[in-house]
């Protein structure tokens, strides 16, 4: 069954930490996503990556960033953590083309302190 | 702007009702369209989509789709809903010229025996 693995469902983080939220897929796909979810705004993109070690913006990139060393690892970190990015995160793949849509992780749900 | 609109935010059934959750998008351009579905405590799953052809689509678990391009809409239907139906749908849609899908902020079903 393929899959995209977040490394963590559960993490509570002190105000100003360096966090890292890891993605993990094994579908070979080229493109990787990370999105937040939060109540009555839906997912919203935070930022892509269409290989490795390519990024792009998504539509709420302030205050985070990502890394994207090997193809089936994508990594967003936030630089010092705030009360407003408490969240639930999703990671998405995608073959490039995006015809077979995303596959979702179960996301990461983020407390921030 | 590109947008997704989901106007029922919150829709309560018995089951065995009949089921039509609306999707309208802003978009330029030609467009791929998704829907999918998050149910309790679970991962986002893809439940159909549309890239070209008939406007009529087919999903799993007896949900469908019709395109209406005239009316930038894709609305999600299903002649009779069960409890286990109960989950957030979300609309979304890319371009053609870009993998990036934008979501919508969802519609929370719940279904009562």
């Known amino acids: 069954d393929v899959k995209v693995t977040q490394s963590s469902r559960y993490l509570v983080k002190r105000t100003g930490e360096k966090v890292f939220l890891e993605c993990v897929q094994d579908?070979?796909?080229?493109?990787m996503f990370w999105y937040r979810q939060d109540p009555g705004l839906g997912l919203r993109l935070i930022y892509f990556?269409?290989?490795?070690?390519?990024?792009e913006k998504g539509d709420i990139p302030e205050g985070y960033s990502v890394s994207r060393e090997k193809k089936e690892r994508f990594s967003l970190i936030l630089e010092s953590a705030s009360t407003n990015q408490t969240s639930m995160y999703l990671c998405?793949?995608?073959?490039?083309?995006?015809?077979?849509?995303?596959?979702f992780g179960s996301g990461t749900r983020l407390t921030v302190v | 702007a590109q947008s997704v609109s989901q106007h029922n935010h919150h829709v309560i059934l018995s089951e065995a009702a009949s089921l039509e959750l609306g999707c309208n998008y802003s978009y330029g351009g030609t467009v791929n369209l998704f829907w999918y579905v998050q149910y309790p405590g679970q991962h986002l799953q893809l439940l159909l989509k549309?890239?070209?052809?008939?406007?009529l689509v087919k999903g799993i678990k007896g949900f469908e789709a019709e395109f209406i391009k005239s009316k930038f809409s894709f609305n999600l239907r299903k002649p009779s809903v069960q409890w286990s139906d109960t989950a957030e749908y979300f609309c979304a849609v890319n371009g053609k010229d870009t993998d990036k899908l934008i979501f919508g902020t969802g519609t929370r079903l719940q279904v009562f025996p």
């Open positions: 549309y890239f070209s052809g008939d406007p």
């Open positions: 990556s269409y290989d490795v070690k390519m990024k």
């Open positions: 579908m070979d796909h080229e493109n």
């Open positions: 998405a793949s995608s073959l490039r083309g995006a015809l077979g849509g995303y596959t």
